[in-house]
């Protein structure tokens, strides 16, 4: 196996979302997973960043409730 | 039959996916009323559109991208300031490119008092976000909540939108960037980056005392 590329700070912090949202593949992905492993600052930074992501997916999920349910099934009875 | 034309197993795809429907279009909408319209023109299209559809598993991001082209198309019908919504990915980047909030409230040589970034993120409400993502310019909006509040995959942003992955990366960084900048500055005016310590608390009192 190639051995995984060493990068800097900037490097991975430029890549670092994408890493977190999944987006990166092959050997980027690796590089970025490596640095935040060893660098203990983006360790914490990623730390950071991904805790943000997770408060903002609560913000995602509402609460439809019984009413607005039976308004969407009503309305999909009619078709 | 493929099942995604089956009335009921559309049903069932729907109404499971309401709380979340529901949820995006109200940072959309910024209100339950058009929120809750807007999620029913959403769920009609997809009904009437469901020949299109030609994975059942794909149904969530399917049906995320109608509601978003509704949200859209509906904007644009409004749109009484369409030139600053476009030119939104030609703004100078030095607007709010590279704004972070880590980098404001990180303080390694603290380390040992434990990690005022976490602290902060512990005081911050659901409302707080709510009202920073409400902040935001609809097209900054629209890519937030795909991608941080609906988890969708950068492809499914890029179909949703119709504009290229390059551009849903791009136009995320610097939402995201908006975004936190936005935290940062309603924290501030809350007082939510300044932890209360017992110093501080004693030196107030202190000061307070000395004015009687």
């Known amino acids: 196996m190639k051995p995984v590329k060493t990068i800097g700070c900037n490097e991975a912090l430029t890549h670092l979302l994408e890493y977190l949202d999944q987006e990166?593949?092959?050997?980027?992905?690796?590089?970025?997973?490596?640095?935040?492993?060893?660098?203990?600052?983006?360790?914490?930074?990623?730390?950071?960043?991904?805790?943000?992501?997770?408060?903002?997916?609560?913000?995602?999920?509402?609460?439809?409730?019984?009413?607005?349910?039976?308004?969407?099934?009503t309305l999909l009875k009619r078709f | 039959m493929n099942e995604t034309m089956d009335p009921e197993w559309f049903e069932r795809q729907a109404v499971g996916l309401l709380d979340d429907l529901l949820g995006a279009a109200m940072r959309l909408a910024k209100n339950r009323h058009d929120a809750e319209d807007l999620v029913a023109e959403a769920v009609t299209k997809a009904w009437g559109s469901r020949a299109s559809l030609k994975e059942a598993e794909r149904f969530r991001p399917w049906i995320f991208r109608i509601l978003t082209n509704c949200f859209l198309t509906d904007c644009r019908k409004r749109a009484v300031r369409p030139a600053a919504e476009v030119s939104v990915d030609a703004v100078a980047d030095d607007q709010e490119g590279g704004f972070s909030l880590f980098e404001e409230l990180h303080q390694p040589f603290l380390l040992?008092?434990?990690?005022?970034?976490?602290?902060?993120?512990?005081?911050?409400?659901?409302?707080?976000?709510?009202?920073?993502?409400?902040?935001?310019?609809?097209?900054?909006?629209?890519?937030?909540?795909?991608?941080?509040?609906?988890?969708?995959?950068?492809?499914?942003?890029?179909?949703?939108?119709?504009?290229?992955?390059?551009?849903?990366?791009?136009?995320?960084?610097?939402?995201?960037?908006?975004?936190?900048?936005?935290?940062?500055?309603?924290?501030?005016?809350?007082?939510?980056?300044?932890?209360?310590?017992?110093?501080?608390?004693?030196?107030?009192?202190?000061?307070?005392?000395?004015?009687?």
């Open chain 1, 24 to 73: 990166l593949k092959g050997a980027k992905n690796q590089e970025v997973k490596h640095h935040i492993d060893l660098c203990r600052s983006c360790f914490s930074r990623a730390e950071f960043e991904q805790r943000l992501k997770d408060r903002l997916r609560e913000a995602g999920h509402g609460t439809a409730g019984q009413e607005f349910e039976k308004r969407i099934k």
């Open chain 2, 112 to 212: 040992w008092w434990g990690t005022p970034e976490q602290e902060f993120l512990n005081k911050l409400l659901r409302e707080d976000l709510e009202r920073a993502v409400d902040s935001l310019p609809e097209s900054f909006r629209a890519v937030v909540v795909l991608a941080d509040l609906e988890g969708l995959a950068y492809a499914e942003i890029a179909k949703s939108l119709g504009v290229p992955v390059g551009t849903v990366r791009s136009r995320l960084a610097r939402a995201r960037a908006q975004l936190q900048k936005a935290l940062w500055i309603h924290a501030q005016d809350a007082g939510l980056t300044k932890p209360v310590d017992t110093y501080q608390e004693a030196t107030h009192e202190a000061s307070e005392d000395d004015r009687v």
